[in-house]
């Protein structure tokens, strides 16, 4: 068919069209990928759900092409906007190439244990893919990317083993709500190919920061491990030395462990979750630091209320490090109000002196949300705030401007004068 112009130029595409709003037109042209369902004007030939669709303005300008769903409030996701891109599986092929590069070359020696493909921000949306060794751990939300699951996976395992690594294991966690939007059931299990292992154990053992981790990537939370927080658990484990540390949410002991093997003095590490604690010792007891670590099952709200009503051990050195507290811009505010009386109660415990490590992981909670949250509760807390460090996720979870989805980790390392 022969398509509008695009710059002057006529293109010949095999896809089906819509036309959006201009408000969608601004919103693409700024880089961001999404079409929301509300902002689709008309719709040429039918598109098969799953399948290519080209964008066009209300001028007929072509904005992009990417993956159609009408069961989706994001009725399209874009892929490309260069008109060469055939969206074959050498197009695919070309992009899982890159992601690789990119991490190989960002990541160092740490390509070992990272996220490999990072959803919009490696062009391939609704997709994740973490790195565990030689266990491929991968997440599917996107009706598009899950019909080329097989083909993904191939590429994948292919350019990984041309860099010398051989995958033993690909299992998606594919449970999330968000598929039943885009009309695809929940999974979990084993992906079965040649060369693969279709019944794992469900474990694998890592090393991040010099720290062994056994990672649950059947029943653990996400994909078993939270990569995202490499570095910023290493920024934390440099401030530990000698301190008595309060780690919060401590899930299976990442910060509690780096801060012990950093030569902090004590710590203690509270979760509300017995398994997760199961797990963080198995953790303590595989790196020799059993015995500078206590963990402490309780809700953080409520031990870090009896610790101050009760007035009982003193801690110099806090991580605050929970779950995200909103998951959708309807609930931000009643975020902020949780994230600020957590903030308040670390505070408030501190001595003049003391550190504070904090983070939100919540893409709602904007960097500028979470700042002022944080000076209100050093406000209510009667503090000031010494900032040693603002930083995000780690570079394998690369923050692709225009999309603010993409930047969620928000992480700052205070002193409390």
């Not at 919103?27 to 079409?35: E, F, M």
């Not at 719709?43 to 399948?51: A, I, K, R, T």
């Not at 740490?110 to 921000?121: P, Q």
Request: charged share 25%; with cysteine; hydrophobic share 40%.
């Amino acid at each position: 068919m022969i398509s509008p112009k695009k710059g002057g130029a006529d293109m010949t595409r095999p896809f089906s069209q819509l036309t959006v709003t201009d408000k969608a037109a601004r919103s693409l042209r700024q880089g961001h990928p999404w079409v929301f369902a509300g902002e689709v004007l008309t719709e040429g030939d039918p598109c098969p759900d799953g399948e290519i669709v080209d964008v066009y303005t209300k001028k007929g300008r072509w904005q992009g092409a990417g993956f159609y769903n009408s069961h989706s409030q994001i009725r399209v996701r874009i892929l490309s906007r260069n008109t060469n891109d055939r969206m074959d599986e050498a197009f695919f092929a070309r992009r899982i190439g890159y992601a690789l590069a990119y991490r190989a070359h960002v990541m160092g020696r740490d390509f070992d244990n990272c996220r490999l493909i990072f959803g919009e921000a490696d062009g391939f949306p609704g997709w994740t893919v973490d790195r565990f060794g030689d266990v491929l751990v991968s997440e599917v939300l996107c009706l598009g990317i899950h019909q080329r699951r097989e083909m993904l996976y191939a590429q994948l395992r292919s350019q990984l083993e041309k860099l010398g690594v051989q995958i033993r294991v690909v299992y998606e966690r594919s449970e999330s709500a968000l598929r039943e939007k885009e009309g695809l059931e929940r999974f979990k299990g084993a992906y079965a190919a040649p060369g693969l292992d279709a019944e794992p154990d469900g474990h694998v053992e890592i090393c991040e920061n010099g720290i062994f981790y056994d990672v649950d990537y059947v029943n653990g939370q996400k994909t078993g491990f939270f990569l995202d927080q490499k570095y910023n658990r290493a920024a934390a484990a440099r401030l530990a030395a000698g301190r008595n540390v309060l780690d919060c949410f401590t899930h299976t002991g990442a910060f509690a462990l780096n801060c012990a093997a950093a030569g902090a003095a004590k710590v203690t590490a509270v979760d509300v979750s017995a398994e997760a604690l199961l797990q963080a010792e198995k953790n303590a007891r595989r790196n020799g630091l059993s015995d500078r670590i206590g963990f402490v099952k309780a809700d953080v709200f409520d031990y870090l209320t009896q610790l101050a009503r009760d007035r009982g051990e003193r801690f110099d050195y806090i991580v605050l490090d929970p779950p995200a507290f909103t998951k959708s811009g309807a609930t931000v505010e009643s975020a902020r109000r949780g994230y600020r009386e957590i903030n308040r109660r670390a505070m408030q415990l501190l001595p003049r002196g003391g550190y504070l490590a904090t983070c939100s992981c919540s893409h709602f909670m904007t960097p500028e949300l979470f700042r002022a949250m944080l000076s209100d509760a050093a406000g209510d807390a009667g503090v000031s705030l010494r900032q040693i460090e603002e930083r995000r996720q780690s570079p394998d979870h690369p923050i692709l401007w225009g999309v603010p989805e993409t930047e969620y980790l928000k992480f700052w390392l205070f002193q409390v004068v």
